[in-house]
């Protein structure tokens, strides 16, 4: 068994905050003994969250914190002002090395703008793309950039190639990674000016395994391992994916329930089709990293239940077994030790 | 009853040519009476696919075109040099007024290319955009710029927020068709550089109903009516609308294909489901048009068939009869006659 790694938790950020972000915490200690969680918020709300369940109390601890950023709130104001709320108490600690990851359902703008300015950016690295897994019918692809830091420059897609690269070798086991760029066609001469201008540089490159355009309609396909795009782009595509899902399961669920034969059709069919509905289910796959950092910080999604919770703190643990910021620093940084 | 209206449609153009296209067109003189049609292609084939049917006669034309473009070729150079191609040919017709529309389902370039070259721009619009319309859980929703045109400025924009209000209008028969700019968040300040600089242009415009940024997660739901974006977000956000729908009813039936149980409750389940399944199938609605040209030109799916070939066909005469190019040119251009 390895060494323990500790996770500090936001235990005040999303929509479900703090009940099913302390049950995910709880959760996730009661899979692993190799994990220490910190839950970082206003201390009476976590104790009283955590009264509810036996757990094994030395992989528990509590950094109390004061504030909470809304979701709402202008991001970097946020961060600037209140320097007791449970994001910033919680990166402070990552920085510190207190912690060896943050994990947060809260305010995406605070915790990419926070991950930046408080944990910083490994030296060489120009930008700190969010990458989420997203399902395919093969398993999953790593889509990067769909961070906030939009209008990205070609030597920006570049790194993020080859930090996904990195992330989905060594945290996935994927041998060889494939990656391709977004675009609106098969051809290279196809896309948009930036596309055009990196399609070659991404060629060039000897330590990906880059295998040329991808067109949206051939994602859910699975084909890929890395899919490198722009931000705007990628959070286009991440949220048209969450967002189409979920229409289309609904959409499918309302034809089951609108006739008595098929009612009873439904009841028999379910058992089988949730099982396979679940592999399409991004809350599966834990939650986006924000790579290129000096430490790691990990986004979950705002709904996130304690599953989803659970599976990023896990997460956490090979990514930072697999020392992901090293190899990055080591391969694509200015060549120097992570602090 | 109305005048009859003459489309050209390009037998030689898309996956399933010429048996399909002759179909559609036949499928589409069969059920209107003030549609004529003119095949446009190689003269034996379109011959032999119409012996298949019966159809009035006078309802069908036959021009012939030699040569045939392919979707691989680059469309610009493929446009100067195959005069005698289908599309070339067809477009002609278009420009010359001998037919009031055109319908391809070849290759997207070069009817793009050739739209704005052969058929023109109507005066005082800088970019023809192609504007399908995706199935939503409310019914449709016109996507605009689906196109070829990519790194689009905030004037293009502007101006498909308009045409497209006018097609939602005008051709959909929806009142005050709302209007949103695709985001990565709700609020004003987000978005890429396009995006902010196209914001307050289309909330001080006073001729469309703007109702602010929508989320690609919002999109399926139909709450909006026009959705204006860049044609490489706009082309990203079709595709995987396509991919991702086709693979998820794809997955849904393995699911329900993996046991006995599920098998039997299939067959209970599947008339309603396939009913349900059908609003999301966006061969129904069409082709996509491609707007502020002097004449109209529609392009469908490559793989479409006959079913819609036929309502591409069906669509021209609601656009044609409702003279879209004239309450562009009235609204948007620089106030000229359209030729």
Chains 1, 2 share one sequence.
Do not use: W
Not at 258 to 276: E, F, N, R
Request: aromatic content about 4%; hydrophobic content about 40%.
């Amino acid at each position: 068994m390895s060494d323990t790694k500790i996770v500090a938790v936001d235990a005040m950020g999303g929509d479900n905050a703090p009940g099913e972000i302390v049950k995910g915490a709880v959760e996730a200690v009661q899979t692993r003994d190799d994990i220490k969680v910190i839950l970082v918020g206003l201390q009476d709300k976590i104790e009283q969250e955590l009264e509810k369940y036996t757990y094994p109390k030395a992989q528990v601890e509590i950094v109390p914190a004061t504030e909470v950023i809304e979701t709402a709130e202008p991001p970097v104001l946020a961060i600037r002002k209140k320097k007791d709320s449970s994001i910033v108490v919680a990166l402070k600690l990552v920085k510190e090395g207190k912690a060896d990851a943050f994990v947060s359902a809260g305010s995406s703008g605070a915790v990419l703008v926070g991950g930046q300015v408080i944990v910083g950016k490994i030296k060489g690295i120009e930008r700190a793309p969010l990458a989420p897994l997203i399902p395919t019918k093969k398993g999953v692809s790593l889509l990067i950039d769909c961070g906030a830091n939009v209008d990205a420059r070609s030597s920006h897609l570049v790194q993020f190639a080859k930090m996904g690269s990195i992330y989905m070798e060594h945290v996935l086991g994927v041998e060889k990674p494939k990656v391709a760029i977004v675009n609106i066609g098969a051809e290279e001469e196809k896309g948009n000016a930036l596309v055009k201008e990196t399609y070659p540089l991404l060629k060039e490159c000897k330590d990906i395994n880059f295998v040329g355009s991808i067109e949206a309609r051939d994602i859910p396909n699975g084909d890929v391992d890395v899919i490198v795009c722009e931000a705007f782009v990628g959070n286009v595509i991440l949220k048209l994916y969450e967002g189409l899902s979920s229409t289309l399961i609904g959409v499918i669920k309302t034809g089951l329930m609108s006739t008595l034969k098929s009612k009873i059709g439904a009841a028999l069919a379910l058992p089988s089709l949730k099982k396979t509905l679940k592999s399409f289910d991004a809350s599966e796959y834990g939650g986006a990293p924000l790579l290129g950092l000096k430490g790691l910080v990990v986004k979950t999604h705002g709904s996130a239940k304690s599953k989803e919770v659970k599976n990023s703190i896990i997460q956490c643990v090979t990514f930072t077994e697999q020392r992901i910021n090293h190899k990055i620093q080591q391969n694509i940084g200015a060549d120097q030790e992570v602090e």
